[in-house]
């Protein structure tokens, strides 16, 4: 079980870029405007998004059985762990000591492994015995995140504000727009459907 405890302070992408976009300089659509890169940022960001990444800092809890030697952590980049509890052989809650395990990351995949000689305790039989909680993100603001994934949410929200219906004149327009889809390729992780 994976949930989004922390959500992200702030867009990857400014709204006012993507009036410049538009070249749209009237103020009556700039909360749609809003709407559509808040829209195309949930598209692409978080477990769910179409590129299985995180975007802005935010703090994500993993639910799993029991300790492995390696546990695989969604939604990269991981920044950090913050905690690690785990139900012992009496179903009490414990801490475990975070230099059980050493965090190996980088912006598209991340894992804990046992450091050599840990000695991983039992966990009481259940089916979220233990939660990791971590940080994960590109970083704080817009400008931590790369230039393509930015690109990809001001490429979704022009052409949503451009073309609000699914259809154009009989012919179908996709949801996607073509530039985008290929970014979204470029950078989707490899177990993202």
């Given amino acids: 079980m994976l949930n989004r405890t922390v959500a992200p302070a702030t867009l990857p992408v400014r709204y006012s ?22 829209d195309a940022t949930d598209y692409v960001d978080g477990a769910l998004g179409a590129l299985g990444r995180a975007l802005i800092t935010q703090t994500w809890e993993l639910r799993i059985p029991c300790l492995w030697d390696c546990i695989k952590l969604p939604v990269p980049p991981v920044q950090s762990i913050q905690s690690i509890s785990y139900y012992d052989k009496d179903n009490e809650v414990q801490a475990l000591d975070l230099d059980t395990y050493i965090l190996v990351a980088d912006n598209d ?21 233990v939660t990791i909680t971590f940080v994960c993100g590109y970083g704080d603001s817009a400008e931590d995140v790369p230039a393509d994934i930015r690109r990809i949410i001001r490429l979704m929200a022009a052409h949503w504000f451009l073309h609000a219906s699914p259809t154009v004149s009989g012919a179908i327009v996709s949801e996607v727009p ?4 290929m970014l979204i390729d470029t950078h989707r992780l490899g177990w993202v459907a």
């Fill in 17 to 38: 870029e993507c009036k410049a976009d538009l070249r749209y300089t009237e103020s009556d659509q700039d909360s749609y405007i809003l709407q559509l890169v808040k």
């Fill in 109 to 129: 995949s991340a894992e804990l492994v046992a450091r050599s000689g840990s000695t991983l305790p039992g966990v009481y039989d259940r089916p979220e015995g």
């Fill in 178 to 181: 073509f530039t985008a889809q």
